[in-house]
C-alpha cells in the first residue's frame, strides 16, 4: 500500500482541532468514580504456564460497574523485591490468549500484566475470558459499533474504564512497585493505553504504537479497514446515525486522552498505515500533554515503508530502550537449580 495520508513534513506539525463534547471532563469523572466504588481485586490464582523462569497468576478484576475482567500477571522467577509493572493492553479482537504468549516485559524484568477484552478475543489469537454482559444496546455486531448511538452504551466506554481498573489492580498485587507503572498497547491497545495516560494522572509512562481511536473522524474518511471500516459499515444501513455516532466517538477520542496527559511518552507509527492511519498518530502524539502545563518527556518513531506493523520488532527494542531510562527494570533471576 503506497503512502495515502498527509506527507510526512505536515504530518510532524498536525494539530488539528478536536471537537470535545462540554461535559468530556464529567462524563469520564463520573464513569471512573463509580467504577472505583468497589475494591479492585476478585481473585489472584496461580497459573501453570510450563515456564521455569516466568511466574504467572490468573487475576481476576473489577472494572466497568464492577464487572469481572480477567488478566494474566507474570514476573520474573525468584525475584521477591517490588518491580516496576507494564500494563499491556491487547489488539482489537483478540482476548489474554495463553500466559505463556507474552514474554518481552517480563524478560526485561518488569512486572506484567495483560488485561483481556471484554467481549473480544474471537476473531484473532488464543481466545479471552471476559464477557460483556452491556453489549445489548442497538449498534453493529462488531466491538467497533457496539452501543454508538449514545456514549453511555458504548463498548469503548467500558473496555477503556476496564483499561483504568487495570492499572489499579497491577498496584494492588504483591511484587509491584505501584508508582513505577507504565501502560503499553498497540492497535486497540495503544488507544486503550492512551485513553490511560489521559485517565490516570500518576502514570509513569506510556508507550503507544498505531493507536486506534485517535483522529477518528478523519479515520473514517480515510479507510475502510476493520475497526473504522465496521462504524462506517453501521453508518451505511443506519444513514441518519451520523451525528448521534460521532457525538458518542468524540468522548472515546485519543487526541482528546493525550491532550490531557502528562506521563514520558513513547510513540512508534508506520506511514502507510491503513487500519489506524498516522495522522491520528501524529494527532495525538503533537497535542500530546498541552493541558497539563508540564514539560512531558515524548518522542516518536515513524516507517515510512511500513503499514500497521509499524516497525515491528526494532520499535519493540526501541521501547525496550526507552522504558529502561524511564523505569529501571528489575534483575532477571538465574534458571532454578
Known sequence: MPAFDLPTRELERYRPEVQEPPDFDAFWRDTLKEAAQRDVLVSVRPAESGLRLTQTWDVTFRGFAGDPVRAWYSRP????????????????????????????????????????????????????????????????????ARGLLDPRDYHYRRLITDAVRAVAAVRALPGVDAPRVAAVGNSQGGGLALAVAGLVPDLAAVLVTAPFL??????????????????????????????????????????????????????????RDTVCPPSGAYAAFNRYGELTGVDTRKEIHAYPYN???????????????????????????????
Not at 489488539?91 to 488485561?115: F, I, Q, S
Not at 503499514?307 to 532454578?336: F, I, K, M
Open 77 to 144: 522467577a525468584g525475584v521477591g523485591e517490588p518491580l516496576p509493572a507494564v500494563v499491556e493492553y491487547a489488539g482489537y479482537g483478540r482476548g489474554r490468549g495463553l500466559p505463556h504468549e507474552r514474554l518481552t516485559w517480563v524478560n526485561a524484568g518488569y512486572a506484567h500484566l495483560l488485561m483481556d477484552n471484554r467481549g473480544q478475543g474471537d476473531q484473532y489469537g488464543n481466545g479471552g475470558a471476559t464477557p460483556d454482559p452491556h453489549a445489548s444496546a442497538p449498534g453493529g455486531p462488531g466491538p467497533a
Open 307 to 337: 503499514g500497521h506493523e509499524g516497525g515491528d520488532a526494532v520499535q519493540v527494542r526501541r521501547q525496550l530502550d526507552w522504558l529502561g531510562e524511564v523505569l529501571e527494570p528489575g534483575p532477571v533471576s538465574p534458571p532454578p537449580g
Open 214 to 271: 485517535c483522529g477518528i473522524r478523519r479515520a473514517l474518511d480515510l479507510t475502510d479497514a476493520s475497526p473504522y471500516g465496521e462504524i462506517s459499515a453501521y453508518l451505511s444501513v443506519h444513514r441518519g446515525a451520523q451525528e448521534a455516532a460521532y457525538r458518542t466517538l468524540a468522548y472515546m477520542e485519543g487526541v482528546s486522552f493525550a491532550r490531557r496527559a502528562a506521563a514520558p511518552a513513547h510513540f512508534g507509527v508506520g506511514l
